[in-house]
């Protein structure tokens, strides 16, 4: 007769080992599970965010639902394809408008995807936050357009859009309240992140200000030093925010925490009256060296750095050179040093903000190239190192086009920081021109396009 032992003994064994190969793994098969209910969810939540503040809500909107037990999927307007529309039941998006009635950047395709899908959208609920600024004229124009959009493709609102006016509370307060209302959300929620980012202004001692384009023909251009809290975070192509008179004026931080202190690059703005504008003349003038300055931080993930080490062509000009050297510098610190910098200017002479640096950086190979392209002055003495062009940074952008698809075809990204009228927008065009749009388009799905303009 068998003993029954040995084999429960064995079997004992093989649950133990079972058990135990569980509990290694507990972590991937908690996280692929995740993966597996989020890709199969049915409420889906987009969003469309220029400054971060749209992403942000749509990130704190995904935690309530995930808390409530409602698996959701949280992605950007662009990301969003036909096949996870006719999945979900729920869109749920947060878009904002900037400028004049300009889409942000992850989210401009979107309409011109909706007009290609060949399914039917009647099953799908949604319901729209559009963020924006009343002082414009085109007040919340892309949310209303994604509204009017979908509507055409059958797709029924749970209620109208919700406008909010830069950022109210109350309005997005509102919004919860609706979708409290309709069933999404299980209780009753208000606003968190936004209200905490309300609350990490800081004092920062303002202990340098130099004017950079002495005798310049455009307007004055300052090199703004504030020394900052160890306590104080922020990455390369976030945000620096003024606080002054109740009103907020932002600027692309030059600068990396490493360096102990924060670095703006601020041109001086006048009123038709002459008068000097708010933030520009109390930071190039008016603010007394050593005194205090109210200032909060506000993360811009679109323009955060890049998480592996590949060739970064980078394009500016103006003030725009201040995002650009804190990638630059983040990039020096990581020793990433495929770099290529095309920067534009009036005069040759006297607009070369940061020049020994960045010559120092290309003498370093920290810089591979440098084009500089100036409107007014092509060559002087004083430039070290680069290639001089006549015109506008798009012109030095198609006079080194066969180096720039190189560069593209080698897995290079493209960062720009500066001005959205004129030089964003002309490079842009200038891009497609020599990339094509689906090329362009391409990158800027993978990350490897990002736009930090004002």
């Not at 991937?28 to 809500?57: C, D, F, M, P």
């Not at 591979?368 to 012109?395: H, P």
Request: proline share 3%; charged share 20%.
């Amino acid at each position: 007769m068998l003993n029954a032992s040995p084999f429960m003994q064995a079997g004992l064994l093989l649950v133990g080992y079972f058990a135990f190969t569980l509990f290694c793994y507990r972590k991937v098969i908690t996280a692929k599970w995740q993966t597996h209910k989020q890709r199969n969810a049915k409420t889906l939540i987009a969003y469309a965010s220029e400054s971060g503040s749209g992403e942000q809500l749509a990130h704190e909107l995904h935690v309530k639902l995930k808390n409530q037990g409602d698996p959701a999927l949280c992605i950007t307007l662009n990301q969003v394809n036909e096949q996870q529309l006719k999945q979900a039941d729920t869109l749920l998006i947060i878009a904002s408008t900037y400028s004049e009635g300009e889409a942000p950047n992850n989210g401009r395709h979107f309409l011109g995807k909706l007009d290609t899908f060949k399914s039917t959208l009647a099953h799908l609920n949604y319901a729209i936050l559009a963020l924006g600024d009343r002082a414009y004229s085109q007040y919340c124009q892309f949310g209303l357009a994604l509204s009017k959009a979908l509507q055409k493709t059958h797709c029924k609102p749970i209620f109208e859009p919700i406008l909010v006016d830069k950022l109210n509370t109350a309005s997005i307060d509102d919004w919860y309240a609706h979708l409290h209302n309709a069933g999404v959300l299980k209780q009753l929620a208000v606003s968190v992140a936004l209200t905490e980012v309300q609350h990490s202004i800081q004092e920062l001692i303002l202990t340098a200000r130099e004017q950079v384009n002495i005798n310049s023909l455009g307007a004055p251009l300052f090199e703004i030093n504030l020394a900052v809290p160890n306590d104080l975070t922020w990455q390369a192509g976030d945000i620096a925010r003024l606080h002054i008179n109740n009103k907020v004026r932002e600027y692309s931080i030059a600068s990396v925490p490493q360096e102990q202190h924060l670095k703006l690059l601020v041109r001086e703005q006048k009123h038709p009256n002459g008068e000097l504008g708010l933030g520009s003349g109390w930071l190039c003038h008016q603010a007394d060296l050593n005194s205090a300055q109210a200032f909060s931080i506000r993360a811009n993930p679109k323009f955060h750095p890049l998480d592996e080490n590949q060739k970064l062509i980078l394009i500016g000009n103006g003030s725009g050179l201040a995002g650009l050297r804190g990638h630059l510098k983040h990039r020096e610190l990581k020793q990433h040093h495929e770099n290529w910098l095309l920067y534009g200017e009036r005069c040759a002479e006297h607009d070369l903000p940061w020049h020994q640096e960045l010559t120092t950086w290309f003498n370093a190979k920290h810089l591979t190239e440098i084009d500089l392209a100036f409107s007014r002055q092509v060559a002087d003495n004083k430039i070290q190192v680069g290639r001089c062009n006549s015109g506008y940074v798009q012109d030095a952008l198609l006079a080194q086009q066969a180096k720039l698809k190189d560069w593209v075809n080698n897995g290079a990204a493209i960062f720009i920081c500066g001005r959205l009228q004129g030089m964003a927008k002309d490079v842009e065009s200038t891009l497609v021109q020599i990339l094509g749009q689906t090329t362009l388009s391409k990158l800027e799905q993978q990350g490897l396009y990002r736009k930090d303009v004002y």
